[in-house]
C-alpha cells in the first residue's frame, strides 16, 4: 500500500470518527462543560493574582484533561464492541494501524477544536495588561501533547472492556498515576534511587517544562514514545483478538 493510499484511508476513517461526535449532544456537552469549567476556575482566581498571567489557567487545565480525555475515549473501543461493530471494522480492508489512527487522531482534533475555542482567554487577558506571549504558546503547545498521551492511554484501556464506565474510570486512574507521579509531592516520599525515573515518567512534570514557554526536544520526545507506546499496544491488543 502506498503512502498517499494508506494515508487517504486513515483521512477517511479519521473525518467518520470526527463526525460521530458531532451527530449527538454530547460534543456540545463536552465542549460546553470544559469551556466552562476551564473559565469558571480561571476567572475565580485570576483576579486574586492581580496580574495579566495565564499560568494559573496551565495549572488547572492538566486536571481538566484528566476527566476529559477519558470522557472522549472510553467509547471509542467500548461501544464498537458493546454494540458488536468491531467485528465488521475488522473485516474492513484496512490495518490495524489505521483504525487506530483515525480514532486517535480524530479524537485529538476534537480537543484541539475545545483548545482553540479558549483563545478568547489569552486575548481578554492582553486587554487587561501586558501579557508574555512565550508561556502562552508553550502552555498551548504542552496541553496539546498531554492531552495527546491522555488520549492515546484512554484509546488502549477502552479496547480493554466493553464497558465505557469501566473505561472511563481506568482511564481516569491511569492518568492520574502517570500525571503525578513525578510531582514533587510523590517525589518527596520516594526512595532516592527512583526519583529520577519517576521524574521522567511523569506526565506533569514534562507539560510544566514547556508550560513554561521553553521547548525542549526531550519534553517533546517523551510525548511522542508515550503516544506511540500506547498507540503500538493498542494495535497488539487488536491482533490478538484478530488471531483468537
Known sequence: MSVKTYSKTVYVLFKKELLAYFSSPIAYIFLAVFLLAGNWLFFSNFFLAGQA????????????????????????????????????LMTLPVTDWQLVLSKFLSALFFVLIALVLTLTLP???????????????????????????????????????????????LALGAGLVFFIIGSETVLNQAPAFAIPVMKF??????????????????????????????LWLNVKVLEKRELS
Open 123 to 169: 486575548l481578554t487577558v492582553n486587554l487587561m495588561g501586558d501579557l508574555d506571549l512565550g508561556p502562552i504558546w508553550g502552555g498551548y503547545i504542552g496541553a496539546l501533547f498531554l492531552a495527546g498521551a491522555y488520549l492515546a492511554l484512554g484509546l488502549f484501556i477502552s479496547s480493554l472492556t466493553k464497558n465505557q464506565i469501566v473505561a472511563f474510570v
Open 53 to 88: 498571567s495565564m499560568r494559573i489557567y496551565f495549572v488547572f487545565l492538566p486536571w481538566v484533561f484528566l476527566f476529559l480525555a477519558p470522557a472522549i475515549t472510553m467509547r471509542l473501543w467500548a461501544e464498537e464492541k458493546k454494540m458488536g461493530t468491531n467485528e465488521f
Open 201 to 230: 515518567l511523569g506526565l506533569g512534570s514534562h507539560f510544566e517544562s514547556i508550560s513554561k514557554g521553553v521547548i525542549d526536544s526531550k519534553n517533546i520526545v517523551y510525548y511522542l514514545s508515550f503516544i506511540f507506546f500506547f
